[in-house]
């Protein structure tokens, strides 16, 4: 397990000791930015056996690299993977050195995203930890590439550059069709949510929570093809539903309105909708996976929520801030050692051992 402190609380101690020593937000950038290359670090060395679907991955790729081009483009689906497969087998490399170059794309636009964004290091750290992201980037592949992806389309959109947005989004929809789930943050881009709205938006959020099973079905009848065989299953996933909503109820009255840049309010919004679609998740883990591409900016919403707070509600975000750390930092690594380890990314093994 020391890798995984090591991941924790390097960046930590750095961030600690750094206080004082230049500006502040550099040393975020360099605290975050030494989370993500241990990050990367762990990605890339791992075993084979961190992950369930490892086993699975490794077939694909060498099954992609060894067929031809004219049979890899008869692949229905998720074509951006397979040739990314096929161009990499060729050039000699190993499955262990595959493995690596994923974590690279995985890693960079998170980082270079959170490092634009971070405004607190520690906190972010052990959000990005918990809320479920960070195993699924050991787990499933094609995904993480495409969640990646996401994030590029996000510092586009941001950019105003458009065409570029989209052409990214249909590009991770090539890697993992889950990512359509991208279009809609083009609208919550530019809709603002008031505190007014939100009251609203409670009832609605609670009536979907009854009927979620009859509105999934509903649903699921304008998502693309490969999803309309999931069927309703029962997985309790009610824990990050829980917190997902607690921070929606933290992030609209713990902040003031007059304060927020445009940057916390689209994050804000993409945390709503985190909420709708992780209503469905106890009934269909697939609700779940079309929820990584948006929970990504979680961790980087809280602290802005925190930083941009109603006057006099200081001392009680520095609180919350206290107990966020405090008790994430525990849970994670309660999880690592207790927890159902559902993906078998714990304890960690380097490829060698």
């Given at each position: 397990?020391?890798?995984?402190?090591?991941?924790v609380f390097?960046?930590?101690?750095?961030?600690?000791?750094?206080?004082?020593?230049?500006?502040?937000?550099?040393?975020?950038?360099i605290?975050?930015?030494?989370?993500?290359?241990?990050?990367?670090?762990?990605?890339?060395?791992?075993?084979?056996?961190?992950?369930?679907?490892l086993?699975?991955?490794?077939?694909?790729?060498?099954?992609?690299?060894?067929?031809?081009?004219?049979?890899?483009?008869?692949?229905?689906?998720?074509?951006?993977?397979?040739v990314f497969?096929?161009?990499?087998?060729?050039?000699?490399a190993?499955?262990q050195?595959?493995?690596?170059?994923?974590?690279?794309?995985?890693?960079?636009?998170?980082?270079?995203?959170?490092?634009?964004?971070?405004?607190?290091?520690?906190?972010?750290i052990?959000?990005?930890?918990?809320?479920?992201?960070f195993?699924?980037?050991?787990?499933?592949?094609?995904?993480?590439?495409?969640?990646?992806?996401?994030?590029?389309?996000?510092?586009?959109?941001?950019?105003r550059?458009?065409?570029?947005?989209?052409?990214t989004?249909?590009?991770?929809?090539?890697?993992?069709?889950?990512?359509f789930?991208?279009?809609?943050?083009?609208?919550?881009?530019?809709?603002?949510?008031?505190?007014t709205?939100?009251?609203?938006?409670?009832?609605?959020?609670?009536?979907?929570?009854?009927f979620?099973?009859?509105?999934?079905?509903f649903?699921?009848?304008?998502?693309?093809?490969?999803?309309?065989?999931?069927?309703?299953?029962?997985?309790?996933?009610?824990?990050?539903?829980?917190?997902?909503?607690?921070?929606?109820?933290?992030?609209?009255?713990?902040?003031?309105?007059?304060?927020?840049?445009?940057?916390?309010?689209?994050?804000?919004?993409?945390?709503?909708?985190?909420?709708?679609?992780?209503?469905?998740a106890?009934?269909?883990?697939?609700?779940?996976r079309?929820?990584?591409?948006?929970?990504?900016?979680?961790?980087?919403?809280?602290?802005?929520?925190?930083?941009?707070?109603?006057?006099?509600?200081?001392?009680?975000?520095?609180?919350?801030e206290?107990?966020?750390?405090?008790?994430?930092?525990?849970?994670?690594?309660?999880?690592?050692?207790?927890?159902?380890?559902?993906?078998?990314?714990?304890?960690?093994?380097?490829?060698?051992?």
């Open positions: 397990m020391y890798p995984y402190f090591l991941l390097l960046p930590l101690i750095f961030n600690v000791c750094c206080i004082g020593c230049g500006k502040n937000k550099s040393r975020l950038k605290t975050i930015s030494l989370f993500f290359l241990l990050y990367y670090i762990l990605l890339a060395l791992r075993a084979k056996t961190i992950d369930v679907d086993s699975n991955y490794q077939s694909m790729y060498v099954g992609y690299g060894k067929s031809g081009w004219n049979k890899l483009f008869a692949v229905p689906q998720e074509i951006g993977y397979a497969c096929k161009l990499i087998y060729i050039t000699g190993n499955f050195v595959f493995l690596a170059i994923v974590a690279l794309i995985e890693i960079i636009p998170l980082a270079v995203l959170y490092s634009k964004e971070i405004e607190d290091a520690p906190l972010t052990l959000l990005f930890l918990n809320i479920g992201i195993s699924m980037l050991f787990s499933g592949l094609r995904q993480s590439i495409a969640i990646a992806l996401g994030a590029l389309a996000f510092l586009l959109l941001r950019k550059k458009i065409v570029g947005y989209f052409l989004v249909i590009l991770a929809m090539t890697f993992h069709m889950s990512a789930m991208l279009f809609f943050m083009y609208p919550l881009y530019y809709i603002k949510i008031s505190k709205t939100f009251v609203f938006i409670i009832p609605v959020i609670l009536v979907i929570f009854i979620n099973r009859a509105v999934f079905n649903i699921t009848r304008f998502f693309p093809e490969k999803y309309l065989h999931y069927t309703l299953e029962s997985t309790n996933a009610y824990a990050m539903l829980a917190l997902y909503v607690i921070f929606a109820i933290f992030t609209f009255y713990i902040s003031d309105e007059h304060k927020l840049d445009r940057d916390t309010i689209v994050l804000r919004n993409f945390l709503i909708f985190s909420v709708f679609l992780q209503i469905f106890p009934i269909q883990s697939v609700a779940m079309m929820n990584y591409y948006y929970i990504i900016f979680i961790p980087l919403l809280i602290p802005k929520t925190i930083k941009n707070s109603k006057q006099g509600m200081e001392s009680l975000c520095r609180v919350a206290i107990v966020m750390i405090s008790f994430f930092t525990v849970y994670f690594f309660y999880s690592a050692y207790f927890g159902e380890d559902i993906l078998s990314i714990f304890p960690y093994q380097f490829f060698w051992e």
